[in-house]
């Protein structure tokens, strides 16, 4: 009974003093999910362009032309006209070079994949493949290369 | 009040334990242990599913296939047999283990070199395998390796093509013994090899591996890709071979090699020229 009567001040008294200062009662505290989202970290950039190879970020409805260095994010799509090619170069080093009429979209990390052809033909190197890996996803089928393959 | 309480409640449930959760009085380096020890008593280790051993182990079994018949195979087969005996022991993490030293032993240094086409419906997927170690290709739930320059075509919503089945043999029979008569060089041939026919397949790989030699040093394999179904050998050193064939085709990719067969080349014993009226006759 006597702890009954001194845990309910306890607690506020605890709860109280965790609030930030200048937070009045009613307010709610800012927590983890309010900090500022660190900035996006780019999945590849692009590199060797020739002919008309256009981008289409992951939150925009238009394509624009691509340039050498551009970085790209998740979702981000690259195509190339007929007679055009880029290379996409990912963080770990490996390589897709995209041919001409192709398509392809960066994927989300999450998803165990690093790029999606949707069209056309792309060449992939892993200049070293004991340490780099590469997945490459198609409507048909998922092709894993590199020492450190991810297993489903 | 009510603020404080959310605060409580917040507070509660934000707490991110900073290491791993230890059921009972298990200590922490357990899960290590199962995975290299030999107790059997808990055969699974966390860190590795037995697919992920089941996959390396495929990896690592192709990769022994197509290396060439040298020390450095000799030692990724000791690997790969350690690796198979730890996986049917349930040790997965050692399996994993194993099968990765011989994956790696018989994979140096090489760029991965491979193409992924896709059709303009996008229904269809080309792989083609160029260079390096084997890439995987996974469709409908069902896995297949490529090796150096292997295909496989992959329609949306079709499983993966079975490889074509291995070839067999017809000519020598196992462990023929040819008796021939030695060139200037002291080479023996000819010796023609033949296989039968394998549905789909459009060519053959042959392989021709020697396992002693009378004199001299142990000559390199023999290799030869060939649209037909036999092979006439080069002239080899007396000596034992062995000798295999890989089909291959370009819609399901390659066989596994066939029953490995043995034959031996033999130099006639003595050779005598005699003079006769007319010249010399062997």
């Not at chain 1, 979209?105 to 998803?111: F, P």
């Not at chain 2, 899960?31 to 008593?41: C, D, E, I, Q, V």
């Not at chain 2, 092979?231 to 080899?236: D, E, G, R, V």
Request: hydrophobic fraction near 40%.
């Amino acid at each position: 009974m006597v702890n009954g009567r001194r845990w309910p001040p306890l607690l506020l008294v605890v709860a109280l003093a965790a609030l930030p200062p200048g937070c009045t009662a009613d307010e709610k505290p800012r927590g983890p999910a309010e900090a500022p989202l660190p900035p996006p970290v780019p999945r590849a950039h692009l590199r060797d362009l020739t002919g008309e190879v256009q981008i289409k970020r992951a939150i925009a409805d238009e394509w624009s032309a691509a340039r050498s260095e551009l970085p790209l994010y998740e979702n981000d799509k690259v195509r190339t006209e007929a007679g055009a090619s880029a290379q996409v170069v990912f963080a770990n080093g490996s390589t897709v070079h995209l041919g001409g009429d192709s398509l392809v979209g960066i994927a989300e990390s999450k998803l165990r994949t690093d790029v999606t052809v949707l069209r056309g033909r792309v060449d992939a190197t892993l200049e070293k493949p004991a340490t780099q890996s590469l997945s490459v996803t198609t409507p048909s089928a998922t092709v894993r290369a590199g020492r450190k393959i991810e297993f489903q | 009040m009510k603020a404080a309480l959310w605060l409580s409640a917040w507070m509660g449930l934000s707490v991110v334990p900073s290491a791993p959760t230890v059921v009972g009085h298990e200590p922490p380096e357990a899960p290590a242990r199962r995975g290299s020890g030999g107790s059997g008593a808990t055969p699974k280790a966390p860190s590795a599913e037995p697919q992920t051993a089941l996959k390396a182990l495929e990896m690592s079994r192709a990769a022994v296939k197509a290396a060439p018949n040298d020390a450095r195979r000799r030692e990724a087969e000791d690997r790969l047999k350690d690796a198979e005996a730890h996986f049917q022991q349930a040790r997965y993490a050692d399996a994993l283990h194993k099968a990765d030293e011989a994956w790696a032993l018989l994979n140096p240094p090489q760029p991965s070199l491979f193409t992924v086409e896709v059709g303009h419906d996008g229904g269809t997927t080309t792989v083609t395998h160029r260079q390096g170690p084997p890439v995987t290709v996974e469709a409908q739930h069902a896995t297949r390796i490529l090796a150096k320059g292997e295909s496989v075509r992959v329609q949306q919503g079709t499983v993966l093509p079975e490889p074509p089945s291995a070839p067999q043999p017809v000519q020598p029979t196992d462990k023929y013994r040819f008796t021939l008569k030695p060139s200037a060089q002291g080479l023996l041939g000819p010796v023609t090899l033949s296989w039968a026919a394998v549905e789909g397949a459009t060519r053959y790989e042959v392989e021709v591996v020697p396992e002693t030699v009378e004199a001299g040093p142990l000559p390199s394999p023999v290799r030869e890709v060939l649209g037909a179904r036999q092979w006439a050998l080069p002239a080899l050193p007396a000596g034992r071979y062995r000798w295999t064939v890989t089909a291959v085709s370009p819609g399901q990719g390659r066989s596994v090699p066939s029953t490995a067969r043995r034959f031996e080349l033999a130099a006639d014993a003595l050779e005598l020229n005699i003079k006769v009226k007319d010249g010399w006759q062997k």
